[in-house]
């Protein structure tokens, strides 16, 4: 099913980065996603979900054995799997088991920058990193999506499936939560 939507891919240059992607990352798509759903046709749902977020934001992947592009795909499959997960269990507390993305993606080639030299250089990029690491799951992938991916709120809203409004209100509380695990002295250094 995904190969066939992949095809239907009207515009040349987009197909090509999907289909790179899906080459490279389904496997780890699926290991993730069934690590959350324990179950391979839920899993194989999330991974479409996880597709079709791929397939709108694909200015975003402009190289697809990066480690940016890595961890994204791997923010939307977990996501995806998250959501279809609470869909079925109607239960909002859901365990994660797929928050490592260094032991998902380990094959994928490091010639590229890492994330932290996307949001900043040098020795702020560790303490910022180490900072964020800190973070509850839940606003690590926020934060990962707006500032590393520079995402806007809308689209953060539409891969997560919540209003916009709490994305607004978890990226204040995730910018609160680093400015203690950092210290305002440092925050405010960082911040400038």
Not at 153 to 158: K, L
Not at 173 to 183: D, F, H, M, S, T
């Amino acid at each position: 099913m995904i190969v066939t939507f992949i095809q239907t891919i009207q515009d040349d240059k987009k197909r090509d980065v999907v289909e790179e992607i899906y080459d490279r990352y389904y496997k780890h798509m699926m290991a993730c996603a069934m690590s959350i759903l324990k179950n391979a046709h839920d899993s194989q749902d999330a991974v479409q979900e996880a597709f079709y977020h791929i397939v709108s934001t694909s200015e975003l992947f402009e190289n697809a054995s990066s480690q940016a592009t890595a961890a994204l795909v791997h923010i939307y499959v977990k996501h995806a799997a998250i959501n279809l997960f609470r869909k079925n269990t109607r239960q909002s507390k859901v365990v994660l088991l797929c928050d490592n993305v260094e032991s998902i993606v380990k094959d994928v080639s490091a010639e590229d920058s890492d994330i932290e030299r996307i949001m900043i250089d040098g020795e702020t990029a560790a303490i910022v990193s180490t900072a964020v690491d800190k973070l509850a799951p839940l606003y690590r992938d926020l934060v990962i999506m707006k500032y590393y991916y520079h995402m806007r709120n809308i689209d953060i809203a539409q891969v997560l499936k919540i209003d916009s409004n709490t994305v607004n209100n978890r990226i204040f509380r995730a910018k609160q939560k680093l400015k203690e695990i950092l210290g305002p002295e440092a925050y405010e250094r960082i911040t400038r």
